[in-house]
């Protein structure tokens, strides 16, 4: 199994810039790539970015494109997103996630962490 811990969340103001950490333990191994996703009350589950564990090939959804950049240490296990020019819509709690396979769902979740960003 693989276990994942996000970190990193809080409160920022608008304009402000917050980096989440998410730690991989277990068998780290089978993750091909990780993502983040994120939940704003009363909306549903939406895509952030993702990247390959070892390797690259950052992808973005279009709501961060431009302001987050997503990036990975190997030798810590550990996945960051990088979120810079907050806004209140980006205020949700977020999850990173890892799959076993190039494509299809994600397999492993953490907990989730919140990020409120104020007006």
């Known amino acids: 199994q693989v276990q994942l811990v996000e970190s990193g969340g809080g409160l920022v103001q608008a304009g402000g810039s917050l980096r989440l950490s998410c730690a991989a333990s277990?068998?780290?191994?089978?993750?091909?790539?990780v993502g983040w996703f994120r939940q704003a009350p009363g909306k549903e589950r939406e895509f952030v970015a993702s990247i390959n564990w070892r390797g690259d090939t950052p992808y973005y959804a279009d709501s961060g494109k431009g302001r987050f950049t997503i990036s990975r240490d190997n030798v810590k296990n550990t996945v960051y997103l990088q979120m810079n020019s907050l806004k209140a819509v980006d205020t949700a709690v977020y999850y990173c996630a890892g799959r076993r396979d190039t494509s299809g769902e994600y397999n492993y979740w953490g907990q989730g962490t919140q990020v409120t960003v104020s007006s």
């Open positions: 277990g068998r780290t191994f089978s993750i091909v790539r």
